[in-house]
């Protein structure tokens, strides 16, 4: 998306940062529905083999919960990994480095190393390494987000 997009406006900062977001929520929604499927399938075969509590099965759905939310936010990093990977490789096509972090994505990364100037590219990574940082904390995600685009791509 940002090597066919302009960017240097609010709309189309905001419109990249709904992108990732858009990216966020598939892979929650992704990863609840697979614990949500394994978590039926233990209630029933639990249900047929003992008699199982309701004290049990909340337990067990918190627990489930705490999975999903900790399973997507391991995702959320590795997004945030390759993110900051595409951005170091658009930079190093600008300063002329032959070795790339994704070399498969070499014409896109020179496209917009070709569109941008240093300055921006440096601006970029600091404010999406910020966004990084900020997301280990308890920041609110979207606000975080919002900030973030902004600041790198507005």
């Not at 067990?60 to 919960?65: S, V």
């Not at 900790?70 to 032959?98: C, I, N, P, T």
Request: with cysteine; hydrophobic share 40%; glycine share 4%.
């Amino acid at each position: 998306a940002l090597s066919q997009r302009k960017t240097g406006s609010l709309a189309g900062a905001l419109t990249l940062r709904r992108e990732f977001e858009d990216i966020l929520e598939d892979i929650h929604t992704r990863i609840e529905k697979q614990l949500e499927a394994e978590f039926d399938e233990e209630k029933k075969h639990l249900k047929q083999t003992t008699d199982v509590s309701g004290q049990w099965l909340e337990s067990r759905e918190k627990e489930m919960l705490a999975a999903v939310q900790a399973r997507y936010l391991q995702e959320r990093d590795a997004l945030m990994e390759l993110l900051l990977a595409w951005m170091g490789d658009v930079l190093r096509h600008k300063a002329g480095a032959d070795r790339l972090d994704l070399p498969d994505y070499a014409a896109a990364t020179r496209a917009l190393a070709d569109r941008w100037d240093a300055a921006g590219i440096s601006r970029c990574l600091t404010e999406l390494r910020k966004l990084n940082s900020n997301l280990h904390t308890n920041v609110n995600e979207p606000l975080a987000l919002d900030t973030a685009f902004v600041a790198a791509f507005g």
